[in-house]
């Protein structure tokens, strides 16, 4: 939805609701987008503290000739072409529908390079990691990668429940725990494994991009439900943190199991432009544009507020995608409080998680204790789907949760233990009925948000502390 974030970004900024400039108490209009559409509501000026406003970064000056630069003197890493040299088995993972890589723009730059470099286009191959996101229609995948990948070169979709699609390796030792691992066997076959990803803010994760195009990527549930389950461990939702962040540990040792040998990630402004490229060493680089992912979507904030307003934008496919915006908000609501989440979830709650309702509905120490029981293998339990939950859970310890969405069913709102609303102004004013003196704050972009405190940023009170 990048695109339509770029085309409304002054919309989410308020506008007067009369010709003159407003007083401290005038009712302002303000917006958030929704889906590919907006949702406007009134209030008052002097209640708002924050709009989710990001720090403006330049995007890069010459797309091609920066990717191009950033292949050729990558970090910590020989070229990319030094790399391919004699290859006759490249395979690229590229991610799914649910991200926004511009993947029609960097493709044709990757493959051409790669064909001056001597490497035939018969050697290169493509694999959608969808991790254990649903398949794409052959429309989807035509968008998502473009008519010249499409047509010139093989493109596979990873599938985690297709046993025969993976390969055992066993177990590796992490963290005290032990970490099954199951990968795609086209991947462990090729002789140059390169994955294609952008780095913004996750909730189990800390940061997406680097090995995770490979974790979850290419790997099945239970590989999946094993790092994944350890996010569960932590003491609070591990949003912006890698440090001390087992999910993470997990991940990045999968990516060295796989022999992940060269990234190509993305870091976005605000306004959806790519504001650099991050290329070699697949923990380097990603380290590396962690950084500046971290400034790109972080959201200052002086204070917390009373009422939340999110977005779950970009992140709104489907609940799965659109908690996201959730998980944002309880980085920036007051205990006690209230959040008015916005997610159109176009595809419902999940594709291929059919326990996620019923986790949802759990309170928090029955997922903790799930979680912390539960058995990789054990694949009826869906621990995926807790884990996921359990952000949730603890946004309602925190706040009262209020939703709009068009793709869920009232009843599935209620029985998460949200508010079904029909639209924000009606949740915002149930919310103010309650909470008269309220403070507001407001986050557009929630599903890649990173709210902190200023002075004592609330993201530290995460695993390692």
Known sequence: MYDMISGLRMVYHHRWTCGSAPQEDSALKYSIPYGDDVISFD???????????????????????????????????????????????????????????????????????????????????????????????????????????????????????????????????MEGYNLPVRINRRALEADLLIGIGNIIPHSDAGFSGGAKIVQPGICDFVTTQATHRSAGFCPDIPLGMLDGNPCRAGIDAVGRVAKLAFIINVVKNCDGEVAGFFCGDYMKAHRAGVELSRKSYSVELDELADIVIVSSSPADMDYWQGIKGLTS??????????????APCYEGLAHNHPLYAHWLAQPTHVLVEAIQAASPHDLETDIISAVVALGSRRTLERAEVYMVSDGLSDQEIRDMGYTPTATVQEALDAALTKRPEATIGILPLGGISLPFLAKNSILKNNCGD
């Open 43 to 173: 209030t008052f000026a002097n209640k708002v503290l924050f709009e989710g406003d990001m720090v403006s970064i330049p995007p890069v000056c010459d797309f091609k000739s920066e990717l191009l630069r950033s292949l050729d003197s990558p970090i910590a890493s020989v070229s990319l072409a030094t790399l391919a040299k004699g290859k006759r088995d490249i395979l690229i993972l590229v991610e799914d529908n649910t991200r926004d890589t511009p993947l029609t723009d960097i493709l044709p730059v990757v493959t051409d390079y790669l064909k001056a470099s001597g490497v035939p286009a018969s050697a290169i191959r493509f694999m959608i990691a969808h991790g254990t996101h649903r398949l794409m229609t052959d429309e989807e995948i035509r968008k998502k990668l473009g008519d010249f990948i499409v047509d010139n070169f093989t493109v596979y979709q990873h599938e985690a429940a297709d046993a025969n699609q993976m390969e055992d390796l066993g177990e590796i030792e």
């Open 329 to 342: 908000a309880y980085f920036a609501v007051k205990q006690g409080g209230a959040v008015i989440l916005a």
